[in-house]
């Protein structure tokens, strides 16, 4: 069983309190029982990134820490805004509630608010606090965030690995990259400064909190565009309206997905260079891509110049070759420098060769400009 945390004695009020002696004495408690918060904060943080993952939400980062020693003395230490003489946490143990802290930064507001409901559903949520509803009920610009106090839930406390940890507290904030951002810059600046913040910097600041408030909205409707865009892309393609598609990596994917079959093996990043290869060889829609390699058989294609059945994209980087011949040695990136006797096109026009001894009959595709 914990034992409790005891209070420490104030002092008379006749006599002037020792807040030096009042710190020490927190600190050597706490001392005790650091490691065991370091540890519920690491399983907190372990919980809210197993949740996340499970739910399939998109979030910057995770952090989490105990709090140091140096900065639990400090506050306990805090004097009472109402009496100054004496301290603001009488038992600092206990009532100070961010011994171990979790943060999460996402991208979105919305994913804040989708953290929030992951929150009450993982955790026992002793207290809420939305910084961003307090802000605007006062009508001011601040520190925009939502912090909650939560413990485990006595479904955990039961399982043995969790117990230790049934009695303890932990805070939670959410918050988006950001507003992050602003609450560093502008802690380190307000809580580091040696005298009161002018009051033209303060107001630069509050100017600048709402300016990160609109990009933060700005960003999330990039984002919803963006994703209609990429639903929109992909009922044209299952429909066969190629023309109205552009090409860019997510649209190329899926397209090849659908004539080629999909290859979970392929990074994002090779889809963004033949993006940007069929682009700079004139195809600026997907309808002159399947112009360009309609007649042509990947497999076929592919065990001929590959000796074998390559991956997607290197059956259709032979299908682009089998359509456009030199029109594809010439304007690949890797031949530019010596489109006559360089290797990659050297390596090109064997393949051309090994075609046309099979039957194929190579071609001299170029996309029409629009």
């Known amino acids: 069983m914990e034992e409790a945390a005891k209070a420490i004695p104030v002092p008379a009020a006749a006599d002037p309190f020792d807040f030096e002696s009042h710190r020490k004495t927190a600190v050597e408690q706490y001392s005790k029982k650091k490691s065991l918060y370091d540890d519920f904060a690491v399983e907190i943080e372990n919980i809210l990134q197993q949740a996340i993952e499970t739910r399939g939400l998109k979030i910057n980062v995770i952090q989490y820490r105990a709090k140091s020693e140096e900065s639990f003395g400090k ?16 038992n600092p143990m206990k009532e100070i509630t961010d011994l171990a802290g979790v943060r999460v930064i996402t991208f979105f507001p919305s994913t804040v608010g989708q953290i929030g409901t992951l929150i009450h559903e993982e955790f026992e949520v002793l207290e809420r606090v939305d910084h961003t509803a307090s802000a605007e009920q006062e009508e001011r610009l601040g520190y925009l965030s939502v912090h909650y106090l939560v413990r485990l839930g006595s479904n955990r406390c039961a399982l043995p690995e969790y117990k230790k940890f049934a009695s303890l507290t932990a805070e939670i904030q959410v918050r988006t990259v950001l507003q992050h951002a ?40 990039i984002q919803l565009d963006y994703d209609a865009v990429r639903a929109n892309a992909l009922s044209a393609i299952v429909e066969g309206r190629l023309g109205e598609v552009e090409v860019t990596p997510d649209s190329l994917r899926s397209y090849l997905d659908v004539r080629l079959g999909p290859d979970d093996r ?43 059945r390559s991956g997607q994209l290197s059956r259709f980087e032979v299908q682009l070759a089998a359509s456009m ?6 304007g690949h990136p890797w031949s530019a420098r010596d489109p006559v006797h360089g290797w990659w096109a050297n390596l090109v026009r064997t393949w051309l060769t090994e075609l046309q001894k099979h039957g194929v009959q190579v071609g001299s595709y170029q996309p029409k400009k629009d």
């Open 182 to 221: 602003w609450a560093e810059i502008e802690h380190d600046i307000r809580y580091k400064s040696t005298s009161a913040i002018p009051h033209a910097i303060s107001r630069r600041f509050m100017a600048l909190a709402g300016l990160l408030e609109m990009a933060d909205r700005e960003f999330e409707a």
């Open 325 to 330: 011949g030199e029109n594809f040695i010439s």
């Open 75 to 90: 506050k306990a230490a805090t004097p009472s805004e109402k009496e100054p003489e004496k301290p603001k946490y009488i």
């Open 266 to 308: 392929i990074s994002d990043y090779s889809y963004e260079w033949t993006t940007k290869t069929l682009r700079n060889m004139g195809s600026q829609n997907l309808a002159q891509v399947d112009e360009c390699i309609k007649d042509f058989d990947d497999d076929k294609c592919s065990r001929i110049a590959l000796r074998g």
